[in-house]
């Protein structure tokens, strides 16, 4: 954090970026007690950005933190809940850049986990023909401040509105599977997990954050060399010629860099890299799919996760049936491959995979 004031024009930093050391530069630059950072860092850290509720801090720090940072980056549109107990937040963003601009976060309660499907980018800058995000375009990467905000405005939300008593309350889990390929915003992304794994903040373990991926090999390299968090791929063919068209990056990093790529990651002890396969009617979910997969999987580092397809207004494809999906798993476990089948939620309020897509045309 090198500035504390900018000019207006340009964007001024975001409170939910700013680690313990950051806060305590910008506390000693305004002559206030080093123990300042520590009070305004606990209250980010329940999830509260906004000054004027922090009971505890003087009214010139306030002032200073209102006038020299941003320090709410995100506001919340809406909250769409569901019958099952996800619920679904749209965020306007502040930023003068990509104001009004919105985004999308899903909470996931458990009986013993909660976890928080966060997006990286508004938009996104590839083009998989089955994905609601990737038919609206690229717009812009999310900052660190952002894509953290998102958590914390759940956290906030979740101390406001508690779950009901089978449902954990609280977030126990991240994955990087909202809006926007995560590897192509690499700043962000690398950011925001210094963040959120911060002994200072929310100390997520690297063990509970994953990162999904459409497969940029490059990019997956470097993550696992700075942050090596739970990796997902986005794989949903083995055969090159069909994973260029569902998967167009596949153009410029086919299958066999992706195969040696993830045989160097470096995992923690009993994780597993996992495979998203989206088995589409007819596409992918046929023998010849089936045995590439087969041939492709390294059993010993990687698990399938077979995702029924979320149909959105206007997609081109049709889910596979049920019952397909489930001899398709059970074809691999028979093959000695983790298979599982994911169970969708919050379809009801479009907040399952590749559903999201906010309407980016902007509020004011
Ligand atoms: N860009 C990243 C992360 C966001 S997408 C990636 O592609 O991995 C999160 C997951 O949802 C990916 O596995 C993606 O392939 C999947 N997905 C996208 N559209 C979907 C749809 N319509 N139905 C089911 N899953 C979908
Ligand atoms: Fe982007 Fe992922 Fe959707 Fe592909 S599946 S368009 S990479 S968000």
Redesign the pocket.
């Given at each position: 954090m090198t500035q504390t004031r900018k000019t207006a024009t340009a964007d001024l930093a975001q409170l939910s970026a700013l680690n313990l050391s950051d806060l305590q530069g910008l506390m000693e630059a305004w002559m206030q007690p080093k123990f300042r950072a520590k009070q305004v860092l606990d209250w980010c850290n329940k999830g509260i950005l906004n000054p004027a509720l922090m009971k505890n801090i003087p009214d010139v720090l306030r002032d200073r933190l209102l006038t020299s940072l941003m320090c709410e980056p995100l506001r919340l549109i809406r909250r769409e809940c569901s019958a099952d107990g996800t619920r679904k937040y749209v965020f306007a963003l502040n930023r003068p850049r990509l104001a009004g601009k919105m985004i999308e976060a899903v909470f996931i309660p458990e009986e013993k986990r909660g976890t928080v499907c966060i997006s990286s980018q508004v938009g996104?800058v590839?083009d998989?023909p089955?994905?609601?995000?990737?038919t609206q375009g690229f717009e812009g990467n999310l900052s660190a401040g952002e894509i953290v905000a998102q958590v914390l405005a759940i956290k906030a939300d979740l101390r406001h509105e508690p779950m009901t008593d089978d449902l954990h309350n609280d977030v126990t889990h991240i994955v990087?599977?909202?809006?926007?390929?995560?590897l192509a915003n690499e700043e962000g992304v690398h950011g925001s997990l210094a963040i959120l794994m911060d002994e200072d903040g929310l100390k997520l373990s690297r063990r509970r954050i994953t990162v999904?991926?459409?497969g940029l090999t490059p990019q997956i390299e470097r993550l696992g060399a700075v942050h090596p968090v739970n990796l997902?791929?986005?794989l949903?063919s083995a055969i090159d010629e069909k994973r260029d068209l569902l998967?167009p990056i596949n153009r410029k990093h086919p299958l066999q860099q992706l195969r040696d790529c993830l045989n160097a990651y470096p995992l923690a002890t009993q994780r597993h890299i996992t495979l998203?396969y989206?088995l589409l009617d007819g596409v992918n979910d046929q023998a010849d799919d089936l045995a590439a997969l087969a041939r492709f999987v390294n059993p010993e580092r990687e698990w399938v996760n077979l995702?029924?397809?979320?149909?959105?207004p206007g997609?081109p494809y049709r889910?596979t049936a049920k019952e397909s999906m489930n001899q398709f798993a059970q074809d691999l476990i028979s093959k000695g491959i983790r298979a599982t089948v994911r169970r969708s939620r919050g379809q009801d309020i479009m907040a399952?995979?590749?559903?999201l897509k906010a309407d980016t045309k902007g509020v004011s």
């Open positions: 996104c590839l998989c089955f994905c609601h995000t990737g990087y599977m909202g809006m926007g390929e995560p999904s991926t459409s997902a791929i986005s949903h998967v998203e989206v995702i029924q397809f979320n149909p959105y997609s889910g399952a995979c590749g559903q």
